[in-house]
């Protein structure tokens, strides 16, 4: 399994899921809030850090 192909899987399945709820009938109004959803703004990029207190457990 590809981490990366799954978050993308997850974010267009969740797009299609907010989109359906959304009929917006001012044009100008729509247009932005497509732009929004398109740029990502419910979905930012992943947060990926590392943990420099991390030890590992040993038995």
């Given amino acids: ?5 799954l ?3 997850l ?7 907010i ?4 009929q ?3 044009e100008r109004i729509n247009q932005f ?7 990502g703004l419910l979905w930012p990029e992943p947060l990926i ?3 420099p207190s991390f030890q590992l457990f040993q038995l």
């Fill in 1 to 5: 399994m590809n981490v990366f192909d």
């Fill in 7 to 9: 978050n993308s899987r």
């Fill in 11 to 17: 974010i267009e399945d969740y797009s299609s899921y």
């Fill in 19 to 22: 989109r359906s709820f959304i």
């Fill in 24 to 26: 917006i009938r001012d």
């Fill in 33 to 39: 809030t497509q732009e929004c959803l398109d740029h």
């Fill in 49 to 51: 850090q590392l943990n």
